[in-house]
């Protein structure tokens, strides 16, 4: 079945850095590649996606990439804040149907 | 607009006793319904998944089942919990795939179960 690794598991930054967190897939057919930010005791929110017919797309600090001929995407976050500290996830449509399939999740550390 | 509800919030279960989430979905029809298990500190692991009413699809066989009575009710079930039966329990729903595009899942807030 589909696969998805998660890199890395833990990031801690300081208040206005980068933070870039990276996702590898095995289904070359997979055409949908979200992201989820979950606060603590809080439920996933979608907070960027991107097809496969684009390499990027940006929304304010956020951006992801996609390269499909290396079977990657990744989850950049700009002049991070605080409130970015949450768990991020990077998901891939099942083979089979509309499911997802989640990695196994990024802790984000942001202190300022 | 749609609102997806979860209960119990939290729920203590001594282990052998049976088990019954429930999940609805407001303001929308035929959606995709879906089970997540979020172990302490782990990642989303997806147990089931329904595209329409009596249609299951499971990834986990484990003791757990799934039923969807109806359009926009999902029920996650055990007759015998376990100790790894602990976690956060989610559901999920997104539209059905339009034109080939999948569509954004939403979660529920959540039922946290703690087998003892």
């Known amino acids: 079945g589909e696969n998805v690794e998660q890199h890395p598991s833990t990031l801690s930054v300081q208040e206005g850095d980068s933070a870039v967190i990276k996702c590898t897939y095995s289904?070359?057919?997979?055409?949908?590649f979200p992201w989820y930010k979950q606060e603590l005791g809080k439920r996933p929110q979608l907070i960027i996606d991107?097809?496969?017919?684009?390499g990027e797309k940006k929304d304010q600090r956020i951006a992801v990439t996609l390269n499909k001929t290396a079977k990657h995407f990744s989850l950049h976050i700009t002049e991070t804040q605080p409130e970015d500290s949450a768990v991020y996830f990077c998901a891939v449509p099942h083979q089979a149907g509309t499911a997802l399939i989640f990695g196994k999740g990024t802790t984000l550390s942001v202190s300022s | 607009s749609q609102t997806i509800h979860q209960w119990p919030a939290t729920l203590v279960q001594p282990v052998g006793s049976p088990l019954s989430l429930e999940c609805t979905v407001e303001g929308t029809s035929n959606p995709n319904l879906y089970w997540y298990r979020q172990a302490a500190g782990r990642g989303l692991q997806l147990l089931f998944y329904s595209v329409g009413i009596g249609q299951i699809s499971s990834e986990v066989p484990q003791n757990l089942s799934a039923s969807r009575p109806q359009d926009r009710q999902f029920i996650l079930s055990s007759k015998k919990l376990l100790l790894s039966d602990s976690g956060f329990y989610l559901c999920?729903?997104?539209?059905?795939?339009?034109?080939?595009?999948?569509?954004?899942?939403?979660f529920g807030p959540g039922t946290r179960l703690t087998v003892l």
């Open positions: 999920a729903w997104s539209q059905g795939r339009t034109s080939g595009y999948y569509n954004e899942q939403f």
């Open positions: 289904d070359s057919a997979s055409n949908y």
């Open positions: 991107i097809r496969s017919n684009v």
